[in-house]
């Protein structure tokens, strides 16, 4: 017998006021997931799952349809897609992460700064709730003394790796911007066998590009400053030794400054100080508040 399951999610959105003014909003978009079995082989299935664009926001109008630039914060998180495979040999997974970029305004923090304190309350109460509910209850091993233990079953083999097409994180200031970037990520992860685990960053790259001068500051042959360095980083289980095997290796560094970007960075600092004790002020007046 052949089957196949097949499940599709156009759109999905849900919003939370957290506080007086400030909405938190998740939507999704175009997911969709399968399962089969593979009747070449038998007990073997196959499973896949696409994950559209996630999107994050926080606004201070529940409006999304036309949300002001200035009094809302969006992230978007790239489309991930999953494809597996699971039999007697164990799980193999493959995840694929689209280019993922994010840009960060010194004024969004004042709004993050508030949200975070407000989440952290309310998940701090839910934590002692939850201990409270735990106090209450009769402890299990009281009551089961002399329970037959079952044999443990050995854990599941997994191998599993990913590709991450790159991302790109801007901190904007007011002449210049810092970005934290990435052309191609890859790796991956197994719980048998000798290697662990491994990770290969190509191109990341910390860089300064003015705001003023460039027309578009995302290209990075025109940054005025900027770190590049190619690594690869694996943790492997070796014969001889009890412990595992850590080892990192870099390939490349590549750094340039210019004599221009000294005084940019100074009044990207300059900025960054300004903002973050207006931040402080105002976390000290919402605590008194």
Same mark, same amino acid.
């Given at each position: 017998?052949?089957?196949?399951?097949?499940?599709?999610?156009?759109?999905?959105? @849900?919003?939370?006021?957290?506080?007086?003014?400030?909405?938190?909003?998740? =939507?999704?978009?175009?997911? /969709?997931?399968? !399962? *089969?079995?593979?009747? +070449?082989?038998?007990? @073997?299935?196959?499973?896949?799952?696409?994950?559209?664009?996630?999107?994050?926001?926080?606004?201070?109008? +529940?409006?999304?349809?036309?949300?002001?630039?200035?009094?809302?914060?969006? !992230?978007?998180?790239?489309?991930?897609? &999953?494809?597996?495979?699971?039999?007697?040999?164990?799980?193999?997974? !493959?995840?694929?992460?689209?280019?993922?970029? *994010?840009?960060?305004?010194?004024?969004?923090?004042?709004?993050?700064?508030?949200?975070?304190?407000?989440? %952290?309350?309310?998940?701090?109460?839910? &934590?002692?709730?939850?201990?409270?509910?735990?106090?209450?209850?009769? $402890?299990?091993?009281? =009551?089961?003394?002399?329970?037959?233990?079952?044999?443990?079953?050995?854990?599941?083999?997994?191998?599993?790796?990913?590709?991450?097409?790159?991302?790109? /994180?801007?901190?904007?200031?007011?002449?210049?911007?810092?970005?934290?970037?990435?052309?191609?990520?890859?790796?991956?992860?197994?719980?048998?066998?000798?290697?662990?685990?491994?990770?290969?960053?190509?191109?990341?790259?910390?860089?300064?590009?003015? +705001?003023?001068?460039?027309?578009?500051?995302?290209?990075?042959?025109?940054?005025?400053?900027?770190?590049?360095?190619?690594? $690869?980083?694996? !943790?492997?289980?070796?014969?001889?030794?009890?412990?595992?095997?850590? =080892?990192?290796? /870099?390939?490349?560094?590549?750094?340039? *400054?210019?004599?221009?970007?000294?005084?940019?960075? %100074?009044?990207?600092?300059?900025?960054?100080?300004?903002?973050?004790?207006?931040?402080?002020?105002?976390? /000290?007046?919402?605590?008194?508040?």
């Amino acid at each position: 017998m052949t089957f196949q399951v097949q499940t599709s999610v156009t759109s999905v959105r @849900a919003t939370l006021q957290v506080m007086h003014g400030t909405w938190l909003s998740w =939507e999704m978009h175009e997911t /969709i997931g399968f !399962l *089969m079995n593979d009747s +070449r082989r038998r007990s @073997a299935h196959l499973f896949g799952l696409q994950m559209g664009p996630h999107v994050f926001g926080i606004s201070k109008s +529940r409006s999304h349809v036309h949300p002001s630039s200035s009094s809302s914060i969006k !992230l978007e998180l790239p489309t991930i897609t &999953l494809r597996g495979r699971h039999d007697s040999a164990g799980l193999q997974v !493959l995840a694929l992460v689209e280019f993922f970029h *994010m840009s960060v305004r010194p004024s969004d923090w004042d709004t993050l700064l508030s949200v975070q304190q407000k989440s %952290g309350q309310d998940f701090n109460d839910l &934590l002692h709730i939850i201990e409270q509910t735990r106090q209450k209850r009769p $402890d299990p091993r009281s =009551e089961s003394t002399n329970v037959p233990t079952s044999p443990t079953k050995p854990p599941i083999k997994f191998n599993g790796s990913f590709k991450l097409k790159g991302f790109r /994180i801007g901190l904007e200031g007011l002449a210049s911007t810092v970005f934290l970037e990435c052309d191609d990520i890859s790796g991956g992860i197994s719980n048998h066998g000798r290697s662990l685990w491994h990770v290969k960053l190509s191109d990341l790259a910390l860089s300064l590009a003015s +705001r003023l001068s460039v027309p578009r500051p995302t290209h990075r042959d025109r940054r005025s400053a900027f770190v590049r360095v190619d690594f $690869d980083a694996h !943790l492997e289980r070796k014969s001889d030794a009890s412990a595992p095997h850590f =080892e990192l290796s /870099i390939a490349k560094v590549h750094a340039v *400054m210019q004599p221009s970007s000294i005084g940019e960075l %100074g009044d990207f600092i300059d900025h960054l100080q300004v903002w973050v004790m207006f931040c402080c002020h105002h976390s /000290i007046r919402l605590n008194l508040s």
